[in-house]
């Protein structure tokens, strides 16, 4: 089984696209890791509220469906610069370390245990659903992006995983 993590962030969709693309770098890792995924089957999507529902609909196309991939649209804390949509919060860039630690080592079940009150708190509401991933089993993994463009964590990552 694939599973692929993206960021939950508006700037993926084709309407907020601009002249000069500000997370060109974003986008090029997202196509490709969500082409991988769905490359052989259809890939359900997982994420915290209608945004991530609406950016993983977009993202997979018609290549959404019931099938044994799955795409989590999920983000880190929004708290890592003065002018981070949450304004900065010190704590921010060890909360994500954790977190993109666990990511590189495949380490799924390490999520689980992160501080829900604290992500709140940074502005990261996708750490429930990173958190839900513990039930598989990670094969193999390849981390395509990891920044904090405009103070936000973001991720792309890609697994082989069993379940």
């Known amino acids: ?3 692929v993590i993206v960021p ?9 696209a601009s002249i000069e693309d500000p997370v060109a770098d974003l986008r090029k890792a997202v196509e490709g890791a969500v082409a991988w995924l ?18 993983g609909a977009e993202l997979l ?18 708290t890592r610069t003065e002018k981070a949509p949450g304004h900065l919060d010190d704590r921010a860039v060890g ?13 799924l079940a390490a999520l689980a245990g992160l501080d829900r009150a604290l ?6 509401p996708d750490v429930p659903t990173l958190a ?4 598989f089993e990670v094969t193999s993994t390849q981390v395509d992006y990891d920044d904090a463009p405009y103070g936000v964590q973001y991720w792309v ?5 069993v379940s």
């Open 157 to 161: 990552v890609r697994y082989e995983c």
């Open 61 to 78: 196309g018609d290549a959404r469906g019931s099938g044994p991939g799955l795409l989590v649209v999920a983000n880190g804390s929004a």
């Open 95 to 107: 909360f994500d370390a954790a977190i993109g630690q666990a990511l590189a080592r495949g380490d």
């Open 8 to 16: 939950s962030t508006l700037a993926l969709l084709p309407e907020y």
């Open 132 to 135: 839900g991933l513990g039930g």
């Open 1 to 3: 089984m694939r599973l």
């Open 38 to 55: 769905v490359e052989a089957a259809p890939a359900a999507v997982r994420g915290a509220g209608p945004a991530a529902k609406r950016i």
């Open 119 to 124: 992500a709140a708190q940074l502005w990261a």
